[in-house]
C-alpha cells in the first residue's frame, strides 16, 4: 500500500474540496468569512473596545445629565444631586447606600459596607479616554477599614447615564450602576 507524503494528501484534499463547483463556492464563502471574524476580533482586541456588552467610558455626557439615583451589585446605591440642605449652594451632593469598600474581591463582600454622604466632581479621567466622578466622603466610611470606593467611570447605555468601577480595562467591571429615574 502506497503512502502519500504531506503534500498528497493536501492537494487531494483541494481537489475534494473544489471537485465541483457548488463545494467551492460553499468553501470559499466559509473561508472569507472565517477571515473577516478573525479580523473583526484581532481589531477589536487591538482597539480595546469591549465586545460583550461590558460598560464603555462616555466622554460626550454632560454633566447636567447625571444627577439622579443609580442602583447596581449587591444594593449599592448612589444618588447624585445639585446642593442638599447641608451643603453649600451650588455643590454637587450624593448619599450611597450599602456602599463597598475598596478591597472588594469580585463580589466577595467581606469588608462590609456603609451608608454615606459628601460632595462629587465630574472630572476628565487620568491618562485614559473618558469622564469619571470623584468622591469626597463627608461621613459614612468607618474608621480602620478599607478606603470607600471613590471614583466611578462615566459610561453611556441606551443614552442613559451609566457609572461602573474600572477595575481592570480588560474585564468587564463587577460595579455597574443604572440610572433608575
Known sequence: MPTETGGGVFRRVVRWMYGSMARGVIFSCAFVLLLAVGYLRLMNAISGESSHGC??????????????????????????????????????????????????????????SFDGSGSWEYEPRSGVKGMQIRLDF??????????????????????????????????????????SD
Open 55 to 112: 460598560p464603555r467610558a462616555a466622554s460626550d455626557l454632560r454633566q447636567s445629565a447625571l444627577p439622579g439615583r443609580y442602583t447596581g451589585t449587591g444594593g449599592m446605591e448612589i444618588d447624585l444631586v445639585y446642593g442638599r440642605p447641608s451643603a453649600p449652594e451650588g455643590q454637587a451632593s450624593f448619599e450611597v447606600r450599602n456602599w463597598r469598600y475598596s478591597d472588594y474581591e469580585h463580589g466577595d463582600d467581606s469588608s462590609g
Open 138 to 179: 463627608d461621613e459614612g466610611p468607618q474608621p480602620g477599614k478599607p478606603a470607600p470606593i471613590s471614583f466611578l467611570v462615566v459610561g453611556g447605555g441606551g443614552g442613559r447615564p451609566v457609572l461602573f468601577d474600572d477595575v481592570d480595562p480588560d474585564v468587564c467591571p463587577d460595579i455597574v450602576m443604572n440610572k
